[in-house]
Antibody, heavy 115, light 110 residues
Framework: QVQLVQSGAEVKKPGASVKVSCKAS????????VHWVRQAPGQGLEWMGW????????RYSQNFQGRVTLTRDTSANTAYMELSSLTFEDTAVYYC????????WGQGTLVTVSS | QAALTQPASVSGSPGQSITISCTVI?????????VSWYQQYPGRAPKLIIY???KRPSGVSNRFSGSKSGNTASLTISGLQAEDEAVYYC??????????FGGGTKVTVL
C-alpha cells in the first residue's frame, strides 16, 4: 500500500534551517508529484510547493519563495523539504502528500522554532 | 490565482444532513472541477474524501458527497454521525502550477 513516512520532530533556533524527509513506498516514486503542506498550531493547511520526482522540477508558493527548497533522491525514494531563515512563525507540523488530489499523506513532522 | 472561502463552523444533530460550502474565486474557471475535500481529526494527517468535485476514493463512506453550483463547491454529509466531527478543508488547483486550501470548517455534531 502507498505509504509516506516522515522524519522525526525537530527543534531549531531562529535563523536556522530545517530539513524534513519523506520516504515513499508502495508505488512508483518517480511517477507522482510530492507536495508539502504545513499547519501552524490551531491553524489551517497551507500549501508550500511541490516537486516532480521524475525530473526534479519544482514549484513553490509565493509565500515561501526564496526560503524553501524541495529536493529528492530517487535511489532512496525520498523527498526532502528544507526551510531556511526560520522564525517563531514557522513552528508548525509539516506534511508531505502525494500528488493532487492529495491521496496519501505522511504522518507529519513537528518543527518547533524556539530560542 | 484562486482563493477558497469556507465557513468557520457548521453543526448538526445526528442523522441530519449538513453542507459545507467552498467558494472559489479564480480567473481559471477550469479549476472548479479540480476541487477536493479533506477530513482532519485533531493530531492526525488530513484524509482525502472527495476529489474532482464529486468522486469518492475507495473506502470513503457514501454519506459524503460533493457538488458544484456556479463558483461554489459543496461537501454534503448525510446521516451525520458522531465520528464525522472533524475539520474539513477544500483544496483546488489555482493555476500556474500552484495549489491552495480553504481555511477549513469545523463540523460539530450536537
Amino acid at each position: 500500500q502507498v505509504q509516506l513516512v516522515q522524519s522525526g520532530a525537530e527543534v531549531k533556533k531562529p535563523g536556522a534551517s530545517v530539513k524534513v524527509s519523506c520516504k515513499a513506498s508502495g508505488y512508483s516514486f518517480r511517477s507522482f508529484a510530492v507536495h508539502w503542506v504545513r499547519q501552524a498550531p490551531g491553524q489551517g493547511l497551507e500549501w508550500m510547493g511541490w516537486i516532480n520526482p521524475g525530473n526534479g522540477n519544482t514549484r513553490y508558493s509565493q509565500n515561501f519563495q526564496g526560503r524553501v527548497t524541495l529536493t529528492r533522491d530517487t535511489s532512496a525514494n525520498t523527498a526532502y523539504m528544507e526551510l531556511s531563515s526560520l522564525t517563531f512563525e514557522d513552528t508548525a507540523v509539516y506534511y508531505c502528500a502525494r500528488t493532487h488530489p492529495f491521496d496519501s499523506w505522511g504522518q507529519g513532522t513537528l518543527v518547533t522554532v524556539s530560542s | 490565482q484562486a482563493a477558497l472561502t469556507q465557513p468557520a463552523s457548521v453543526s448538526g444533530s445526528p442523522g441530519q444532513s449538513i453542507t459545507i460550502s467552498c467558494t472559489v474565486i479564480t480567473s481559471d474557471v477550469g479549476t472548479y472541477d479540480l476541487v477536493s475535500w479533506y477530513q482532519q481529526y485533531p493530531g492526525r494527517a488530513p484524509k482525502l474524501i472527495i476529489y474532482e468535485g464529486n468522486k469518492r476514493p475507495s473506502g470513503v463512506s457514501n454519506r459524503f458527497s460533493g457538488s458544484k453550483s456556479g463558483n461554489t463547491a459543496s461537501l454534503t454529509i448525510s446521516g451525520l454521525q458522531a465520528e464525522d466531527e472533524a475539520v474539513y478543508y477544500c483544496s483546488s488547483y489555482e493555476g500556474s502550477l500552484n495549489y491552495v486550501f480553504g481555511g477549513g470548517t469545523k463540523v460539530t455534531v450536537l
